[in-house]
Each structure stands twice: as structure tokens, then as C-alpha cells.
């Protein structure tokens, strides 16, 4: 099974898709994640993503499908029961190439499933978000905090502050899913399979509806 999470940022992309990797038995292939590990590890890839993580702009086209479609070799070697994308796609290129790679694969995407939520609501989550730095598990300083502060309670790693949770790099990042990534939902409207969940509610009770649309087709529609 393959599904595609479109939301702002700070709609709770990356929590959700956490969650449905527990539920579903998926693979998460969320590319800012991936970006972030690279940097941390010094990388040649790294190096060269770090200047346009920071500022929020999009990582060029080519590396980002290149990151894609090494994870998704993992999923047909067995590692996983098909994906959840976090952060992908993020432009018609990237929709287009997605649905390239999927069908090579005798696959196509189930569901697309938007997570709506007011902006008002985003800069607060993204101003409280921390990230551990090992293993990226995503934690809210009022939400979702670490039992122990700044100590990751999935890996031990360290807890802190994503670089891009700037105010100019979130207005950026937010200007750029408004103009580039938001069109990918009439882009796959078409096809009959995207639904809304409203983001603004409780993590379990979103989680909830998005099993929902998956499971059994209901849900918020
Ligand atoms: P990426 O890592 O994808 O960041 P993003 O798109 O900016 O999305 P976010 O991670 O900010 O938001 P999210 O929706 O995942 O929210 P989260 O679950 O963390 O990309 C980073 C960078 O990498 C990009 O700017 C770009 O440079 C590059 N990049 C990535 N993909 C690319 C691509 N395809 N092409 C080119 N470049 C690419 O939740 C936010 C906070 O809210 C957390 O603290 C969480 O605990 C909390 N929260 C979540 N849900 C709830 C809830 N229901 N109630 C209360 N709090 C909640």
C-alpha cells in the first residue's frame, strides 16, 4: 500500500506518518528526514543540502527522486509492506516521477490524504517542535514532550530544535507548499483519491480518521 500525507508544514505529517508505520507496517520515506540524516552525518549529500534546508528551499528534483526510489528498493526487497511519503511529493515533477516509480513497479498510490489545519495554529507547533537528532522522532515542548527533557525516549539521542523552525524559513517553506505543493491535490483528485482529515484535533483522533479512509474507505471526506 502506498500513501501520500499533503499538508502544510507543521500539519503533523511527520507524526502521523510515524504512527501509521506502527499501525500499517509501511515504510516512512519522509525526504526532509532523510535530508537531516545525511547532514548529520557529514555526507557528501549532505554538505550539499545543509544552505537549502536552512533557508527552506526545495532540495533540486534529481536528489530528491534519487533518495526516493533507493527507499523504496528497501520496500521491494521486503523491508516493509509499501510506503507512507512525508514531505514527497512536493511538485508536479515529483508527483509525475512518483507515479513513474510506482508503475515500474505494477503499484500506483491508494489514498492521498490532506491533513488541514489553520496557519495560526502551524507557527505555534512549529515554534514548540524538537526533533532528536539521531533518529528524528518528533516531540512537542507542550504536546508531546520527551519523559526526560532534551533525551530522546526512542533512541537516547538528543533533543533540540530544527534549524529550518525559523520564522523566515517557515514563511518561506509555507509559500512554497502554497504555490507548489498544495496544486498536487487537483493533480490526484482526478484519480479519485484524496481525502481531508482535519488536522486540528488531538494526534490520536486524526490518526483515527486517517485509518478510517484507509481501512474501510470512511472517514472524513
Ligand atoms: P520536511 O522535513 O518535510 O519539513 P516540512 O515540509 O517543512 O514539514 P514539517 O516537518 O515542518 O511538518 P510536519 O507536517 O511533518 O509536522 P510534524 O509532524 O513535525 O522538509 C524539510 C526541508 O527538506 C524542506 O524545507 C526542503 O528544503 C527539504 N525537502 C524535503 N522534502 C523535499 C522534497 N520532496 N523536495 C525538495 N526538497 C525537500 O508536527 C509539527 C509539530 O506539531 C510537532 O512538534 C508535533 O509534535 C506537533 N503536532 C503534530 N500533530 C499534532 C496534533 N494533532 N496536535 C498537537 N500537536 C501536534
Known amino acids: 500500500m502506498y500513501i501520500v500525507l499533503i499538508g502544510p508544514q507543521g500539519s503533523g505529517k511527520g ?13 516512512k520515506i519522509s525526504t526532509g528526514e532523510l535530508f537531516r540524516a545525511e547532514r548529520a552525518a557529514g555526507t557528501e549529500l549532505g ?5 537549502i534546508l536552512d533557508a527552506g528551499e526545495l532540495v533540486p528534483d534529481d536528489v530528491t527522486i534519487a533518495i526516493v526510489e533507493s527507499r523504496l528498493e528497501e520496500v521491494d526487497r521486503g ?33 492521498v490524504v490532506e491533513i488541514a489545519i489553520s496557519e495560526d495554529k ?40 530544527r534549524a529550518d523552525d525559523t520564522p523566515e524559513a517557515i514563511r518561506r517553506r509555507l509559500a512554497i507548499f502554497a504555490e ?26 486524526v490518526e483515527k480518521d486517517i485509518l478510517s479512509i484507509i481501512q474501510d474507505g470512511s472517514g472524513a471526506a
Do not use: W
Open 122 to 161: 502551524l507557527v505555534r507547533r512549529l515554534s514548540g517542535r524538537r526533533v532528536c537528532s539521531n533518529c528524528g522522532a518528533v516531540y512537542h515542548i507542550d504536546h508531546a514532550p520527551p519523559s526526560v527533557p532534551g533525551v530522546c525516549d526512542r533512541c537516547g539521542g538528543k533533543v533540540e530544535q
Open 47 to 51: 554538505k550539499l543540502v545543509a544552505g
Open 79 to 111: 523491508a516493509a509492506l509499501g510506503a507512507v511519503f512525508d514531505g514527497f511529493p512536493r511538485n508536479l515533477s515529483q508527483a509525475e516521477a512518483l507515479d513513474v516509480a510506482l508503475d515500474g513497479r505494477g503499484a500506483a498510490i491508494d489514498h
Open 180 to 205: 507548489m505543493t498544495r496544486p498536487l491535490l487537483a493533480y490526484y483528485a482526478e484519480r479519485g483519491i484524496v481525502s481531508q482529515v482535519d488536522g486540528d484535533q488531538p494526534m490520536e483522533a
Open 15 to 27: 507524526t502521523q506518518a510515524d504512527r501509521l508505520v506502527n499501525s500499517l507496517g509501511v515504510m
